[in-house]
Nanobody, 115 residues
Framework: QVQLVESGGGLVQPGGSLRLSCAAS????????MGWYRQAPGKQRELVAYITNGGSTNYADSVKGRFSISRENAKNTVYLQMNSLKPEDTAVYYCNTYPYYWDYWGQGTQVTVSS
């Protein structure tokens, strides 16, 4: 059974940093690009960044230069380093394959940026 478990969220002040982690089942991690998505209150879920098996990355314009996605294949883990956080980054953050599969959504991790 595929499982994705996100962690690392929390409350941070504007300008602060957080590092999110996503532990993935080996069965999907080894063959798929992985992505981070987020959903803010009242908004649709959106793609934040993804990373291919070969390490190529792509970012939403809103986070370019501030967020960095990486993966550690030996641990079946994908990370999202978030710097210079803004209040508009407040959302529940999820990981999934890229493109995503509906059945793979986990609980997500809440990120709140507020003073």
């Amino acid at each position: 059974q595929v499982q994705l478990v996100e962690s690392g969220g929390g409350l941070v002040q504007p300008g602060g940093s957080l590092r999110l982690s996503c532990a993935a089942s080996g069965s999907i991690f080894s063959i798929n690009a992985m992505g981070w998505y987020r959903q803010a209150p009242g908004k649709q879920r959106e793609l934040v960044a993804y990373i291919t098996n070969g390490g190529s990355t792509n970012y939403a314009d809103s986070v370019k230069g501030r967020f960095s996605i990486s993966r550690e294949n030996a641990k079946n883990t994908v990370y999202l380093q978030m710097n210079s956080l803004k209040p508009e980054d407040t959302a529940v953050y999820y990981c999934n394959t890229y493109p995503y599969y509906w059945d793979y959504w986990g609980q997500g991790t809440q990120v709140t940026v507020s003073s």
